[in-house]
């Protein structure tokens, strides 16, 4: 019965809006969403998650992600920008053009980044490639411009440290990493 009740509270809480799929107040919970339900849509809005798996296996133009604890996002690209405010303890795996953190703290972020990512108020954020697959993720690597590119994903740029040497905010972890299957 509780299964049930937690099923059907993710139902209600993830209903799409007039522009944007929100995925919003949701902890302990699995979400997986189709590309049939983003069509239509410009942004993917994930807001107050805690203790969240997260799968968005499709072609997203924008991903808004704010107040995540303990989270697993796997999303596939993104054409356009991805923000993040207040990610703490998260892995987030994304392809992403243009990506911005703020205010985030323990965080892992897997990354096909097509230019520099950039962070600001943020500490102990570590960088790793992207690790994910799923059916189609090529031809939406190609549609989006995120296929064969230089990938900066260890080019963190941190906003806040101005000094010549590399900031402590942020690290990397390249190497052999498991790889998920999303799709």
Known sequence: MEEQKQVA?????????????DIKDLSDCEIRKTEAEYEGKENVILENLKNCKVYLPFKIKSLYAKHLENCQIFAGCVSGAFFVNHAINCHLHICSHQIRIHNSQNTTFHLIAKSNPIIEHCSSMTFTPYNCTYAGLEE???????????????QVLDFNWHRQEKSPNWSTAAGEAETFVIG
Do not use: C, E, P
């Open 9 to 21: 509270k993710t139902v209600a809480k993830t209903v799409a809006s007039t522009n944007d799929l």
């Open 140 to 154: 939406h690597q190609r549609d989006t411009g995120l296929y064969d590119i230089k990938n900066f994903w260890d």
